[in-house]
C-alpha cells in the first residue's frame, strides 16, 4: 500500500483529503504544526477513516524533521498544503506569508530530495489569475499576483518550475483551487476558521447558527447578474478526489500537470445566500455594503484539462455544497471545540 505525506494534514482541505485519500486505499502520514487548526481533527478523523490516525506533528520549516518523517513512513509522494491563506492578514503580515509559504515549500523541497522523493502535489490557487481578462479560465491564462498571499502561490509555482527544469526527475503537479466550500457528508469534519470568517460560507453558515448577527454582502454593483461578486464554489470532497486523482496521476503516469479544481459554474453571493436559506431552512439576515478591496467581478474555471488529464470532474452541485455546510455547522456550532 502506498503512503502519502500530508503537511497541513489537519486543516480545511488536508482533513478532507486525508479522508479521500483512506478510501482510495491509500495509506497516509498526517504532518501538522496547529498553526490553522485542532488537535481534535484527528479524534474526529478516526471515526471516518476507521483506524488511528498516522500523525507526526511538526512544522514545515524544520527540514530535518519533514525528511525524517519521510523516511520514517517511506512515503512515496508528498501533497503540500501547509500554508497560510487569508488575503487579508496577507497585506498585513507580508513578510510572514513569504516565511512561512515561500521558506516552507523551499525546505519541502529540500526534505523530499534528501529522502529521495520527487513527487510533489503542489496547492496552488485561482488567485494566480489575478483580475481575470476572460472567462472561464482556462490554465494559460495569464497570470500575476494582487496581494501577498497569491504572489506566494505565483512564486511557488515558478520555484517548482525551475527545480523540474534543472531536475525533471521531479513530478509535480500545480492544482489551482477556485472556492472550497462544504464539509464531509457525516457532518464530522468542516471548515473551521479562526476568528471572524473571511470567506462567504464559514460567515453564512455562522449566521445560520446565529454566532453572526448578519452578513456583509461585498459590493452589489458588479457587472454580473444581480451585481454581486461571482465566485466558483466547489465542494471540499470533490476537491480532495481531484487530489487523489493527482496523486495517482504522478505515480502512475510519471507526468507534471497543471490543473483548474473548480466546477466551471459560477453563482453570486445573493444566489449561495438563496441556496444556503433552501438547504438549511434558516433565513440568513444580510446587507449589501461597499465592495471589498481586491475583489473581482466574476472567477470561475474552465475545467476541462483536469477531466482530459485525471479523468476528474467535480460531482457535487450547490445545493450539497449547502446541506453539507450546515449540516457540519449545526452539528458543531463551535467547530472543533464543540462537543464530539
Ligand atoms: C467569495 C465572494 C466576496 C465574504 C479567497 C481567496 C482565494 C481562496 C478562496 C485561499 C466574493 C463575497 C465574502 C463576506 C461577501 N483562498 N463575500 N461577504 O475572495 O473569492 O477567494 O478565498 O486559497 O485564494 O482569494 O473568496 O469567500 O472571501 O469571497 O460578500 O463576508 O463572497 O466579495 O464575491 P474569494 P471569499
Redesign the pocket.
Known sequence: MTTILLTGATGYIGSHTWVALRNAGYRVVGFDNFANSSPKVLQRLEGLIGEAPVFEPGDVNDTARVREVIQKHDARAVIHFAAH???GESTQKPLEYFRNNLGGLVSVGQAMSDAGVRALVF?S???VYGSPEKLPITEDSPLFAT?P??LT?LMGEQLLNELERCDPSWKIAYLR?????GAHPSGTIGEDPRGI????????TQVAVGKRAQ?????GD?DTPDG????D?IHVMDLAEGHVAAVKHLLERERSLTVNLGTGQGY??LE?IKAFEAASGRAIA?QI?D??P????S?YADPAAAQTLLGWKAQRGLREMCEDSWRWQSRNPNGFESAA
Open positions: 491563506k487569508a488575503v496547492s490557487s485561482a488567485t496581494n498571499y497569491g502561490k483551487y477556485f472556492n472550497p466550500v470568517p473571511n470567506n462567504l460560507m464559514p460567515y453564512v452578513l456583509s454582502v461585498y459590493g458588479y454581486t461578486g461571482v465566485r464554489y453570486s453571493v449561495v444580510h455594503v465592495r471589498r481586491g475583489d473581482v467581478a472567477c
